[in-house]
């Protein structure tokens, strides 16, 4: 059996990004998924809501995890696809919240490139928005893609070692 390539990162990794929420981002995740509701983008309904004001959509915090997951976790010679997240809401985000995302990795399988990480959102008050773990495959970058059944050869430089891997496409 091969060795396996180590990832870049180690159980106890820990990664943050802030965002604040604006109504443009509010406004363009509606748009884009669809989800219309009037708590998400009519003042007045919101205002009658019990929520009171407008809230961004729960996903858009998701939305900043993957953003932390596919540009600040991998190295430069890695990508990461999302496999599995769990999420467990605590309370609404409102238009004007600074949102910090906190990744950790909690356990790393080299062997078959994945990662087990938690996942925290919090607002400017350290109040938890949403909990939940995530699962990741981390795969070598950059890589090719050949079209299922046909051979491909996968190339990938770590440091002065170049690795070829010849193997067929799914």
């Known amino acids: ?11 106890g990794h820990r990664i943050t990004l802030t965002k604040t929420v604006t109504d443009q981002d509010v406004r363009d995740f509606a748009r884009l998924s669809g989800d219309t509701q009037g708590f998400h983008v009519d003042d007045e ?40 997240q ?14 910090t995302v906190i990744v950790e990795v909690t356990k790393v399988d080299h062997r078959r490139r994945l990662a087990v990480l938690t996942t925290v959102c919090t607002n400017q ?6 909990r939940g773990e995530a699962t990741v495959l981390v795969d070598p970058f950059p ?28």
């Open 1 to 11: 059996m091969a060795e396996a390539v180590r990832l870049s990162f180690e159980a």
């Open 45 to 84: 309904a919101a205002r009658q809501s019990r929520f009171g004001q407008r809230i961004a959509h729960g996903t858009l915090a998701i939305g900043f995890i993957s953003a932390v997951l596919g540009t600040r976790l991998p190295a430069p010679h890695e990508s990461v696809s999302y496999l599995s």
């Open 86 to 99: 769990t999420a467990k809401f605590h309370r609404p985000m409102y238009i004007g919240d600074t949102i």
């Open 125 to 130: 008050r350290q109040e938890i928005v949403l």
């Open 143 to 170: 890589y090719l893609h050949a079209a299922p059944g046909r051979a491909s050869e996968r190339t990938v430089q770590h440091g002065n070692n170049v690795e070829r891997n010849a193997h067929v496409c799914p």
